[in-house]
Nanobody, 124 residues
Framework: QVQLVESGGGLVQAGGSLRLSCAAS????????MGWFRQAPGKEREFVAA????????SYADSVKGRFTISRDNAKNTVYLQMNSLNPEDTAIYYC?????????????????WGQGTQVTVSS
């Protein structure tokens, strides 16, 4: 079992930046692939970014590519999402997720553990 707790969300103006953190506890973290997803009001949950256990391989949604960066610190059992050049379309609840497998996936159904989410609101 892996417990995930997100933090770092908040209100930011368009063009600003935020860094989300996801602290993991429980079973071994370093071998889990991790992902970030988001859900805006009235919309389905969508993929944002994912990273393999090794940190060498990442994937991004086209809508965030070049603006967001996912990273992880296995020594701290934490995964991060650095979000730059934010725009109102990025407003959503952001969820951290972990796979039992070591390799990343862009599909939410592939993830076994989820955090409670953190709200990100971008004002225009």
């Amino acid at each position: 079992q892996v417990q995930l707790v997100e933090s770092g969300g908040g209100l930011v103006q368009a063009g600003g930046s935020l860094r989300l953190s996801c602290a993991a506890s429980g079973r071994t973290f370093s071998r889990n692939a991790m992902g970030w997803f988001r859900q805006a009001p009235g919309k389905e949950r969508e993929f944002v970014a994912a990273i393999d256990w090794s940190t060498s391989y990442t994937s991004y949604a086209d809508s965030v590519k070049g603006r967001f960066t996912i990273s992880r610190d296995n020594a701290k059992n934490t995964v991060y999402l650095q979000m730059n050049s934010l725009n109102p379309e990025d407003t959503a609840i952001y969820y951290c997720a972990a796979r039992k497998a070591s390799y990343r996936s862009i599909y939410s159904a592939a993830y076994d553990y989820w955090g409670q989410g953190t709200q990100v609101t971008v004002s225009s």
